[in-house]
Nanobody
Framework: QVQLVESGGGEVQAGGSLRLSCVVSGSIFRSNDMNWYRQAPGKQRELVAVITSGGSTNYADSVKGRFTISRDNAKNTVYLQMNSLKPEDTAVYYC?????????????WGQGTQVTVSS
């Protein structure tokens, strides 16, 4: 059973920083591509950052230069460092793990952690 547990959310003023963590259990973590998504009230869930099993990263244009995704395979953990936060970053942030079994994609999700940025 694959489980993802996020932590690190909270409330911060604009310009501040937060670091989200996501611990993955029950899978071969280093084989997983990992993503962070977010969903603001009344909006669709959007992809924020990606890190592949090989360590390649990619970001949504709205967070480039401010957010950094990283992973520690020894700790089965993926991080999202968020700097220069803006009120529009307010959302529930979700950790997502992708595990390919042959040609079959398996997605796993955490419970989400709330990030609130006040102006």
């Amino acid at each position: 059973q694959v489980q993802l547990v996020e932590s690190g959310g909270g409330e911060v003023q604009a310009g501040g920083s937060l670091r989200l963590s996501c611990v993955v259990s029950g899978s071969i973590f280093r084989s997983n591509d990992m993503n962070w998504y977010r969903q603001a009230p009344g909006k669709q869930r959007e992809l924020v950052a990606v890190i592949t099993s090989g360590g390649s990263t990619n970001y949504a244009d709205s967070v480039k230069g401010r957010f950094t995704i990283s992973r520690d395979n020894a700790k089965n953990t993926v991080y999202l460092q968020m700097n220069s936060l803006k009120p529009e970053d307010t959302a529930v942030y979700y950790c997502n793990a992708i595990l390919w079994v042959g040609f079959r994609r398996n997605d796993y999700w955490g419970q989400g952690t709330q990030v609130t940025v006040s102006s």
